[in-house]
T-cell receptor, first 117, second 117 residues
Framework: AQTVTQSQPEMSVQEAETVTLSCTYD???????LFWYKQPPSRQMILVIR??????QNATENRFSVNFQKAAKSFSLKISDSQLGDAAMYFC??????????????FGKGTHLIIQP | GAVVSQHPSWVICKSGTSVKIECRSL??????MFWYRQFPKKSLMLMAT?????????EQGVEKDKFLINHASLTLSTLTVTSAHPEDSSFYIC?????????????FGPGTRLTVT
């Protein structure tokens, strides 16, 4: 079974600074997807960034980037120029690739990100 | 685009009764819908995967007779919690996968808070 581990229950960062959230996963599959989701107090899940395992290039979305180390099964999220609106729970998630694309998600336990003004 | 709705957003029911939660993709057709459960301050746990016109696939440990899932059309999936008990109280979130070729992102609904008294 696949597992996703987030070892940081809570992280705090000063506004405008950079913060990195850690995630490791375990799988025997060769083709899969990795995601970072943000869940604000409204509890609406928001996709932050995604990475296909077959792609060597790290995904980037504006201030958000990942460091994907496939051999180490590591998938960290870097948030640059942190903003107050970034404060939320962040979940790392894994999905195996099936014929129709990504399958159901396995989530880590989450990291509560606090932005200090 | 890619909006998923859930109804109701909040429901209270008495122990022993059944409650139905709807998940709709409003502006796209969803080949597959997923149901997740989230306990307070916890992560999301995949409960089941439903494909239009076929029986749902339940994750290990999820009682299929208690959590009935029906995916009657490409835009609607329902989760019925039968004979609900206080331990079924939770936040239930659905997601839908777009039918468009190459699109494997899951779009999440806003969630339904179930309280069983």
């Amino acid at each position: 079974a696949q597992t996703v581990t987030q070892s940081q229950p809570e992280m705090s960062v000063q506004e405008a600074e950079t913060v990195t959230l850690s995630c490791t996963y375990d799988t025997s599959e060769s083709d899969y997807y990795l995601f970072w989701y943000k869940q604000p107090p409204s509890r609406q899940m928001i996709l932050v960034i995604r990475q296909e395992a077959y792609k060597q290039q790290n995904a980037t979305e504006n201030r958000f980037s990942v460091n994907f180390q496939k051999a180490a099964k590591s998938f960290s999220l870097k948030i640059s120029d942190s903003q107050l609106g970034d404060a939320a729970m962040y979940f790392c998630a894994y999905s195996v690739y099936s014929g129709g694309g990504a399958d159901g998600l396995t989530f880590g336990k989450g990291t509560h990100l606090i932005i200090q003004p | 685009g890619a909006v998923v709705s859930q109804h109701p957003s909040w429901v209270i029911c008495k122990s022993g009764t059944s409650v139905k939660i709807e998940c709709r993709s409003l502006d796209f057709q969803a080949t597959t819908m997923f149901w997740y459960r989230q306990f307070p301050k916890k992560s999301l746990m995949l409960m089941a995967t439903s494909n239009e016109g076929s029986k749902a696939t339940y994750e290990q440990g999820v009682e299929k007779d208690k959590f009935l899932i029906n995916h009657a059309s490409l835009t609607l999936s329902t989760l019925t919690v039968t004979s609900a008990h206080p331990e079924d109280s939770s936040f239930y979130i659905c997601s839908a996968k777009s039918r468009l070729a190459g699109r494997d992102e899951q779009y999440f609904g806003p969630g339904t808070r179930l309280t069983v008294t």
